[in-house]
């Protein structure tokens, strides 16, 4: 059974810094990983998807790596503003029917100013 | 604009009263799904659809009807809730017809129920 990890379940850092958000799986026969951000009590909004023939994937400040074989991904957040204040959600597509996406347990941002 | 809607955004209702929660989606997605955010348990599928009149269980389906008449629409039902369906819900959808794709999926904005 698919497991997805966040680790930290929380981080602090002042305006400026730059973002490293971890995210780990468990089974490796993944389709696809989508990063998605969520504000408090409101819907995900998807940022990167990257597919399982891909090593990363960028927009604009954002950028997403993917080392499959370990079961691994990491998005940087480039230069941080309290804007970016959220939590991110990485989320695995498996094998499994049903296109289920498993969810990690989120990072909570907070980018200070 | 590409979106899924739903609604009620907002909803407090009391124990068995029967009640549905709208999706819709205006980007011609074959596949539909229905998920549940709860603290500690993140978010879990409870009924998927791979196409109209193609409907399937999620990972949480107990408690929950869906039906898939209309390929843009794809309404969750709960005909008797109970105080643990109290829950963020939220609607997601994609291109293909197939279980196995690698389609980007695209999230509502969510529906928050309280059951009394």
């Known amino acids: 059974k698919q497991e997805v990890t966040q680790i930290p379940a929380a981080l602090s850092v002042p305006e400026g810094e730059n973002l490293v958000l971890n995210c780990s799986f468990t089974?490796?026969?993944?389709?696809?990983l989508q990063w998605f951000r969520q504000d408090p009590g409101k819907g995900l909004t998807s940022l990167l998807l990257?597919?399982?023939?891909?090593r990363e994937q960028t927009s604009g400040r954002l950028n997403a790596s993917l080392d499959k074989s370990s079961g691994r991904s990491t998005l940087y957040i480039a230069a941080s503003q309290p804007g970016d204040s959220a939590t991110y959600l990485c989320a695995v597509k498996g094998t499994a029917a049903g296109n289920k996406l498993t969810f990690g347990g989120g990072t909570r941002v907070l980018v200070k100013p | 604009e590409a979106q899924v809607t739903q609604n009620p955004r907002y909803l407090i209702t009391v124990t068995g009263k029967k009640l549905t929660v709208t999706c819709s989606q205006n980007?011609?997605?074959?596949?539909m799904s229905w998920y549940r955010q709860d603290p500690g348990l993140g978010l879990r599928q409870i009924y998927y659809?791979?196409?109209?009149?193609?409907?399937d269980k999620g990972d949480v389906p107990e408690g929950y009807k869906v039906s898939r008449k209309e390929k843009r629409n794809f309404p969750l039902i709960l005909e008797s809730p109970s105080p643990n369906q109290t829950s963020l819900y939220f609607c997601?959808?994609?291109?293909?017809?197939?279980?196995?794709?690698?389609?980007?999926?695209?999230f509502g904005p969510g529906t928050r129920l309280t059951v009394t």
């Open positions: 990257i597919q399982s023939s891909q």
């Open positions: 089974d490796s026969a993944i389709y696809n």
């Open positions: 980007m011609n997605h074959e596949y």
């Open positions: 659809s791979m196409n109209v009149e193609v409907t």
């Open positions: 997601a959808s994609s291109f293909g017809t197939s279980g196995r794709n690698s389609y980007e999926q695209y």
